[in-house]
Protein backbone atom coordinates (compact mmCIF):
# COMPACT_ATOMS: atom_id res chain seq x y z
CA UNK A 1 0.00 0.00 0.00
CA UNK A 2 1.19 3.30 -0.63
CA UNK A 3 1.05 6.79 1.44
CA UNK A 4 0.45 10.37 0.28
CA UNK A 5 0.66 13.36 2.97
CA UNK A 6 -2.07 16.00 2.73
CA UNK A 7 -2.24 18.52 5.32
CA UNK A 8 0.45 17.83 6.89
CA UNK A 9 -0.38 13.84 8.19
CA UNK A 10 0.51 10.98 5.95
CA UNK A 11 -2.37 8.89 5.26
CA UNK A 12 -2.06 5.12 4.11
CA UNK A 13 -3.83 3.97 1.18
CA UNK A 14 -4.02 4.72 -2.60
CA UNK A 15 -1.27 5.41 -5.24
CA UNK A 16 0.07 9.00 -4.06
CA UNK A 17 -0.59 11.94 -4.05
CA UNK A 18 -4.09 13.04 -5.18
CA UNK A 19 -4.63 15.35 -8.01
CA UNK A 20 -6.29 17.71 -5.34
CA UNK A 21 -3.76 17.31 -2.30
CA UNK A 22 -0.92 17.25 -5.10
CA UNK A 23 -2.20 20.76 -5.95
CA UNK A 24 -2.60 22.09 -2.68
CA UNK A 25 1.05 21.21 -1.64
CA UNK A 26 2.50 23.37 -5.20
CA UNK A 27 1.02 25.90 -3.77
CA UNK A 28 2.11 26.17 -0.73
CA UNK A 29 5.65 25.21 -2.15
CA UNK A 30 5.39 28.18 -4.00
CA UNK A 31 3.74 30.50 -0.85
CA UNK A 32 6.68 29.07 1.31
CA UNK A 33 9.65 30.18 -1.35
CA UNK A 34 8.25 33.58 -1.64
CA UNK A 35 11.57 35.98 -2.48
CA UNK A 36 10.91 39.17 -0.09
CA UNK A 37 11.80 42.37 -2.45
CA UNK A 38 14.40 45.08 -1.69
CA UNK A 39 13.74 48.41 -2.48
CA UNK A 40 15.97 51.70 -3.14
CA UNK A 41 15.50 55.30 -1.85
CA UNK A 42 17.76 58.01 -2.55
CA UNK A 43 17.23 61.76 -3.81
CA UNK A 44 20.49 62.12 -5.70
CA UNK A 45 19.50 59.53 -7.78
CA UNK A 46 21.90 60.22 -11.41
CA UNK A 47 19.52 62.50 -13.54
CA UNK A 48 16.72 63.13 -10.50
CA UNK A 49 13.96 61.12 -12.07
CA UNK A 50 12.88 58.35 -10.16
CA UNK A 51 13.09 54.34 -11.21
CA UNK A 52 10.67 51.64 -10.70
CA UNK A 53 13.10 51.13 -6.99
CA UNK A 54 14.77 47.87 -7.47
CA UNK A 55 17.75 48.97 -7.82
CA UNK A 56 20.39 51.88 -6.65
CA UNK A 57 20.71 53.25 -10.18
CA UNK A 58 16.58 53.60 -10.43
CA UNK A 59 16.12 54.37 -7.30
CA UNK A 60 13.14 56.06 -6.02
CA UNK A 61 13.08 59.67 -4.39
CA UNK A 62 11.06 59.22 -1.43
CA UNK A 63 10.51 56.81 0.92
CA UNK A 64 6.69 56.94 0.83
CA UNK A 65 7.05 56.11 -2.80
CA UNK A 66 9.08 52.82 -1.91
CA UNK A 67 6.81 51.92 0.90
CA UNK A 68 3.59 51.67 -1.68
CA UNK A 69 5.84 49.67 -3.50
CA UNK A 70 7.05 47.02 -1.00
CA UNK A 71 5.42 44.60 -0.09
CA UNK A 72 4.83 42.97 3.33
CA UNK A 73 8.34 41.86 4.50
CA UNK A 74 10.47 43.59 2.04
CA UNK A 75 13.09 45.60 3.14
CA UNK A 76 13.77 49.59 1.90
CA UNK A 77 17.39 50.94 1.67
CA UNK A 78 17.76 54.62 1.68
CA UNK A 79 21.40 56.00 0.47
CA UNK A 80 23.45 57.57 2.14
CA UNK A 81 23.80 61.72 1.57
CA UNK A 82 19.67 61.12 0.84
CA UNK A 83 17.44 64.36 1.93
CA UNK A 84 14.14 64.45 2.47
CA UNK A 85 11.97 66.92 3.71
CA UNK A 86 8.20 65.48 5.17
CA UNK A 87 5.43 68.28 5.04
CA UNK A 88 2.78 65.40 4.79
CA UNK A 89 2.23 62.66 6.68
CA UNK A 90 4.15 59.35 5.90
CA UNK A 91 1.58 56.48 6.14
CA UNK A 92 4.10 52.85 6.88
CA UNK A 93 1.46 50.51 6.22
CA UNK A 94 3.31 46.95 5.33
CA UNK A 95 3.34 44.70 7.97
CA UNK A 96 7.49 43.46 8.39
CA UNK A 97 9.17 45.62 6.16
CA UNK A 98 11.98 47.34 7.34
CA UNK A 99 13.33 50.98 6.51
CA UNK A 100 17.26 50.63 6.98
CA UNK A 101 19.27 54.09 6.08
CA UNK A 102 23.12 53.76 4.92
CA UNK A 103 25.99 56.47 6.16
CA UNK A 104 27.19 58.32 9.57
CA UNK A 105 26.43 61.18 10.98
CA UNK A 106 24.74 63.79 9.21
CA UNK A 107 25.95 61.72 5.96
CA UNK A 108 22.90 59.46 7.61
CA UNK A 109 19.45 59.73 5.35
CA UNK A 110 17.95 62.93 6.35
CA UNK A 111 14.46 63.80 7.12
CA UNK A 112 13.13 67.87 7.48
CA UNK A 113 9.92 67.32 9.50
CA UNK A 114 8.12 70.85 8.37
CA UNK A 115 4.85 70.64 9.84
CA UNK A 116 3.81 70.93 12.95
CA UNK A 117 1.16 68.08 12.92
CA UNK A 118 3.30 65.98 10.21
CA UNK A 119 4.09 62.10 11.73
CA UNK A 120 4.93 59.15 10.26
CA UNK A 121 2.22 57.06 10.83
CA UNK A 122 2.93 53.52 11.93
CA UNK A 123 -0.01 51.14 11.27
CA UNK A 124 1.00 47.52 10.73
CA UNK A 125 3.23 44.81 12.49
CA UNK A 126 6.90 44.35 12.84
CA UNK A 127 8.22 47.24 11.25
CA UNK A 128 11.69 48.73 11.50
CA UNK A 129 12.84 51.81 10.80
CA UNK A 130 16.68 52.23 10.80
CA UNK A 131 20.13 54.78 10.96
CA UNK A 132 17.90 57.46 9.65
CA UNK A 133 18.75 61.25 10.99
CA UNK A 134 15.80 63.66 12.07
CA UNK A 135 15.38 67.16 11.47
CA UNK A 136 12.75 69.74 13.47
CA UNK A 137 11.99 72.68 11.35
CA UNK A 138 8.70 74.20 12.80
CA UNK A 139 7.31 74.72 16.25
CA UNK A 140 6.39 71.72 18.55
CA UNK A 141 6.49 68.97 15.77
CA UNK A 142 3.99 66.49 18.53
CA UNK A 143 5.25 62.92 17.17
CA UNK A 144 8.20 62.11 15.27
CA UNK A 145 6.34 58.49 14.80
CA UNK A 146 3.27 57.79 15.69
CA UNK A 147 1.95 54.01 16.29
CA UNK A 148 -1.62 52.80 16.02
CA UNK A 149 -1.69 48.95 15.69
CA UNK A 150 1.65 48.44 15.29
CA UNK A 151 2.61 45.76 17.49
CA UNK A 152 6.54 45.07 17.56
CA UNK A 153 7.47 48.10 16.08
CA UNK A 154 11.66 49.00 16.21
CA UNK A 155 12.99 51.80 16.20
CA UNK A 156 17.25 51.42 15.92
CA UNK A 157 19.94 53.79 15.72
CA UNK A 158 18.41 56.91 14.83
CA UNK A 159 19.57 60.58 15.62
CA UNK A 160 16.55 63.19 16.29
CA UNK A 161 17.79 66.93 16.71
CA UNK A 162 15.96 69.97 17.58
CA UNK A 163 16.78 72.85 14.83
CA UNK A 164 16.64 75.16 17.70
CA UNK A 165 15.12 75.78 20.55
CA UNK A 166 11.71 76.82 18.78
CA UNK A 167 11.76 74.60 15.82
CA UNK A 168 11.28 71.61 17.81
CA UNK A 169 10.00 67.90 18.37
CA UNK A 170 7.42 67.54 21.45
CA UNK A 171 8.03 63.78 21.37
CA UNK A 172 10.03 61.32 19.25
CA UNK A 173 7.40 58.18 19.50
CA UNK A 174 4.06 58.33 20.94
CA UNK A 175 1.44 55.63 21.06
CA UNK A 176 -2.29 55.65 20.83
CA UNK A 177 -4.51 55.34 23.65
CA UNK A 178 -5.47 51.43 22.80
CA UNK A 179 -4.53 49.18 25.12
CA UNK A 180 -2.04 47.10 23.70
CA UNK A 181 -1.79 48.19 19.79
CA UNK A 182 2.14 48.66 20.54
CA UNK A 183 2.75 45.71 22.56
CA UNK A 184 6.73 44.91 21.45
CA UNK A 185 7.72 48.45 21.05
CA UNK A 186 11.22 48.31 20.66
CA UNK A 187 14.00 51.35 21.11
CA UNK A 188 17.22 50.78 21.08
CA UNK A 189 20.69 52.34 20.13
CA UNK A 190 19.22 56.15 19.37
CA UNK A 191 20.44 59.73 20.21
CA UNK A 192 18.13 62.59 20.81
CA UNK A 193 19.39 66.35 20.98
CA UNK A 194 16.18 68.63 22.49
CA UNK A 195 16.76 72.25 22.62
CA UNK A 196 13.36 72.92 23.50
CA UNK A 197 12.99 73.59 27.43
CA UNK A 198 9.81 72.39 27.67
CA UNK A 199 8.71 68.74 25.37
CA UNK A 200 6.80 66.32 26.69
CA UNK A 201 8.88 63.00 26.21
CA UNK A 202 11.44 61.02 24.20
CA UNK A 203 8.59 58.30 24.54
CA UNK A 204 5.01 58.94 25.24
CA UNK A 205 3.14 55.55 25.87
CA UNK A 206 -0.68 56.39 25.87
CA UNK A 207 -2.08 52.78 26.56
CA UNK A 208 -0.92 49.69 28.05
CA UNK A 209 2.31 48.37 26.65
CA UNK A 210 3.73 44.65 27.06
CA UNK A 211 7.13 43.99 25.93
CA UNK A 212 7.94 47.18 26.18
CA UNK A 213 11.88 47.15 25.60
CA UNK A 214 14.48 50.36 25.78
CA UNK A 215 17.99 50.50 26.09
CA UNK A 216 21.18 52.25 25.19
CA UNK A 217 19.28 55.43 24.31
CA UNK A 218 21.38 58.76 24.70
CA UNK A 219 19.01 62.17 24.87
CA UNK A 220 20.35 65.39 26.02
CA UNK A 221 17.93 68.04 26.87
CA UNK A 222 17.87 71.77 27.41
CA UNK A 223 15.33 71.05 30.02
CA UNK A 224 15.88 71.81 33.69
CA UNK A 225 12.18 71.89 34.51
CA UNK A 226 10.27 68.69 35.50
CA UNK A 227 8.87 68.13 32.17
CA UNK A 228 12.03 66.68 30.69
CA UNK A 229 10.78 63.34 30.68
CA UNK A 230 12.77 60.37 28.81
CA UNK A 231 9.58 57.93 28.73
CA UNK A 232 5.65 58.78 30.36
CA UNK A 233 3.35 55.75 30.68
CA UNK A 234 0.16 56.83 30.90
CA UNK A 235 -0.18 58.62 34.68
CA UNK A 236 3.25 56.87 35.74
CA UNK A 237 6.42 59.06 34.24
CA UNK A 238 9.67 57.77 34.47
CA UNK A 239 12.31 59.81 35.08
Given at each position: MGSYLKYGHRHRGGAGLTTESR??????????????????????????????????????????????????????????????????????????????????????????????GTTINVTAAGCTWQGCYFIADTLDIASVFTLGAAKDFHLIDNIFVDGSAILNFLSVVTTNATNNDADGLTVIGNYSLILNTSPLAFISILGNCDRLWVTDNHVDSASTADVGHFITIAALVLR
Open positions: DELERAIVASRRQYKEWYVNSNVVGGVAGNGDSWGGAVLTVAAAILLASAGDTIYVAEGHAETLSADVAFNKAGVKIIGFGVGTRRPTFTLSGA
